[in-house]
């Protein structure tokens, strides 16, 4: 049996995690987007349109590069990195962005809303919604607003509206909440595009089928460059769209070990982490279940990360179930380790990574040393790090 099989089960589960925590009412709803994605997706009208804008607007298939220098510079094992860090928009995210946005058009819904963490999903949602043809309404943390100042000015100038968000602890998470609850308002002609691999069935199953492009290019262009698959693929993992992205293709390879990396923050003996993976409990979040970092009562904890685009207190149900089977391992990365990454990756190689794709990079570099020369990792460059480079250089006095 492949391990892509019946994943997830027809209600949405992977394993033990995912389904739709969610009223009747907001599943019925849920259940009419699953069959609307089900029929359209079959349909060689949706699969050229999105083929030809994955081509034509993205920019893909995007290359592979043997990073020959930082591989030199690490001392072991030769790092390729998938260069998604070249789409249309900066990042993987535009993926899934476009796959939502025509959905939603196909659907005949009149607003799209999401939140945003980095403002990665908000910029590529509001250049899909602005494509399609689509209004499109973003929310966004305070705190992130301040520190993703390029990014907030590109949502305006592509005609998004833009909600600030002021409780609680003015990131990620209570943009979700604030973005579902203006989506609650009107939820048969809205339609929430939600940013990655969480949320409730059909969205991890939908995101990872939009986003599993990357790995069914790069299995194919691996090969293609070196005569055979990767040892290592590694992606880092904030909900886990872009890790799902590309782990898709290789997950039937036993041969090629899969690592996820998630932001262990100021070190994970302190609460300053988003480190799910490796201290999450099954839990409840957002409309469905999965390991989520939360108190007594199931509350969310607070998060951080020093990549806006991973502070994130649960993680997609599909991580958590390759997590039980042992097929994904999940590693953890602080925030120093990723700025020495961040600066080693555009000093060696002239390459600026998002920070959160540092976090990849990072463990990369430090698991290359215990390899041999012949041995290769493949990293997913999730993003490129142009919206960090400010914040970057005032962190380090440059
Ligand atoms: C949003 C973002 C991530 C984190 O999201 P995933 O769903 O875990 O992929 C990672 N890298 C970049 C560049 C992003 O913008």
Redesign the pocket.
Known sequence: MSLTDNMPDNKGYFGEYGGQILPPEMQAIMNEIDGAYEEIRQTKEFQQELAELYAKYVGRPSPIFHAKRLTEHAGGAQIYLKREDLNHTG???INHCLGEALLAKYMGKTKVLAET??G??GVALASACALVGIPCEIHMGEIDIAKEHPNVVKMKILGCKLVPVTRGTKTLKDAVDSAFDEYLLDPVNFFYAIG??VGPHPFPKMVRDFQSIIGTEARQQFQQQTGTLPNKVMA????????MGIFTAFLDDADVELVGVEPAGKGLDTPDHAATMTFGTKGAIHGFECLTLQDEKGEPLPVYSIAS??DYPGVGPQHCHLKDIARVRYEAIDDQECLDAFMTLSRTEGIIP?L??AHAVAYAMKQAKSLSADQTILVNL??RGDKDADFVAEKLGL
Request: glycine fraction near 24%; proline fraction near 0%; charge should be neutral.
């Open positions: 990042a993987h995210k963490g980095a990665q999903h990655s691999v880092c993992v904030g909900g886990g769209s872009n890790a685009g991973l998002a959160e794709s999730s993003g």
